[in-house]
């Protein structure tokens, strides 16, 4: 068997590993990216060569998997694989959320705690010297806020199904107490927790850092029946949720080329014109945002659509115009 082949059934064997309820051949067959057929191969190498692999019933389709993990042999990840953790748990130290940080900094001590010590010898050189080579550019922007205990507390309602409390305080207006449907949360530039109104079932969103006295409390409280959290996530340009519009801009042949590499939304469709440019679409929600950012491509955007694009853009220069001339002294 050649060494592409069994890197494959050893990924497959992992997976299955990895999986409480096993793996269909479908599911095989789709995170291998092949057929069915190859899939059956895969599983009939895998089923050969550990005899711990049992088959599953759950009708009306059939399970893999393999009880009491794989040895450490097997399971002793690769430079490139501790380097990412490394650099994943320095990004968001440096961002300023050390509770996840410490988390995959724990992950990270006990992978290399289980490691043969021949094998972590004949890794560290290698590893402490990629760490030193690569880094985490930070950008500007809010420092995100991802408390353990407020996390903790959201985690808890989350899998108990209970309602969460908590004081919501926002520039401008009165705090006041809530009582949500936590449906979970969204990090990014600043943290949110997607939480559902349990009267109307409305999800709504609040930053983590505007929350206080964050409890789970007593009683049911679910996520609507269709709710998907990435779904709902995959509905803004960022993070704002508000009314969902058709996006149409036009990129100039300058700009062309970075468009086309450019990810500008799940929904993004680009279409190439006849002068050069490039016809950019897409169905977001969160003008503002959209306008900030379109900010960073200066004279090579034209907006087409819509109106409120266009309304959000034209309050962002003011509002920039007033700060490079303020009326203050």
Not at 72 to 88: H, I, R
Not at 229 to 246: H, M, N, R, T, V
Not at 292 to 309: E, S, Y
């Given at each position: 068997m050649r060494h592409d082949k069994a890197a494959v059934v050893i990924e497959l064997a992992r997976r299955m590993a990895a999986s409480a309820e096993g793996l269909t051949l479908d599911e095989m067959a789709r995170d291998a990216g092949v057929g069915r057929r190859t899939a059956e191969r895969m599983r009939d190498?895998?089923?050969?060569?550990?005899?711990?692999?049992?088959?599953?019933?759950?009708?009306?389709?059939?399970?893999?998997?393999?009880?009491?993990?794989?040895?450490?042999?097997?399971?002793?990840?690769?430079?490139?694989?501790?380097?990412?953790?490394?650099?994943?748990?320095?990004?968001?130290?440096?961002?300023?959320?050390?509770?996840?940080?410490?988390?995959?900094?724990?992950?990270?001590?006990?992978?290399?705690?289980?490691?043969?010590?021949?094998?972590?010898?004949?890794?560290?050189?290698?590893?402490?010297a990629l760490v030193r080579a690569e880094t985490i550019a930070v950008q500007a922007g809010p420092r995100p806020s991802a408390d353990e205990a407020v996390l903790a507390e959201i985690r808890q309602a989350i899998l108990a199904g209970q309602p969460l409390g908590f004081i919501y305080s926002r520039p401008g207006v009165e705090a006041r107490r809530r009582s949500m449907?936590?449906?979970?949360?969204?990090?990014?530039?600043?943290?949110?927790?997607?939480?559902?109104?349990?009267?109307?079932?409305?999800?709504?969103?609040?930053?983590?850092?505007?929350?206080?006295?964050?409890?789970?409390?007593?009683?049911?409280?679910?996520?609507?029946?269709?709710?998907?959290?990435?779904?709902?996530?995959?509905?803004?340009?960022?993070?704002?949720?508000?009314?969902?519009?058709?996006?149409?801009l036009r990129v100039t042949p300058e700009g062309a080329n970075e468009a086309r590499a450019w990810r500008w939304h799940p929904t993004q469709t680009l279409e190439d014109l006849p002068d050069g440019s490039v016809r950019v679409r897409f169905t977001a929600s969160g003008m503002r945002e959209?306008?900030?950012?379109?900010?960073?491509?200066?004279?090579?955007?034209?907006?087409?659509?819509?109106?409120?694009?266009?309304?959000?853009?034209?309050?962002?220069?003011?509002?920039a115009k007033e700060a490079l001339n303020p009326t203050e002294a």
């Open positions: 190498a895998v089923l050969a060569l550990y005899p711990a692999a049992e088959e599953v019933s759950d009708p009306p389709t059939k399970r893999w998997r393999i009880r009491g993990g794989l040895s450490a042999f097997e399971q002793a990840p690769t430079t490139g694989e501790l380097v990412e953790l490394s650099k994943a748990a320095l990004g968001l130290r440096a961002s300023g959320e050390p509770g996840r940080a410490a988390a995959l900094e724990g992950l990270e001590r006990k992978l290399k705690s289980a490691m043969r010590s021949t094998t972590l010898n004949r890794l560290a050189p290698d590893l402490e449907a936590p449906c979970g949360v969204m990090f990014g530039r600043a943290n949110y927790l997607v939480a559902a109104d349990r009267e109307s079932g409305r999800v709504q969103t609040f930053r983590l850092d505007r929350m206080s006295a964050v409890r789970a409390e007593d009683g049911v409280a679910a996520p609507p029946a269709d709710f998907d959290l990435q779904s709902f996530a995959s509905q803004s340009f960022g993070i704002y949720q508000d009314e969902i519009e058709d996006v149409v959209l306008a900030w950012h379109l900010f960073t491509w200066g004279h090579q955007v034209r907006i087409l659509a819509p109106d409120r694009l266009k309304t959000a853009m034209a309050e962002a220069l003011d509002a």
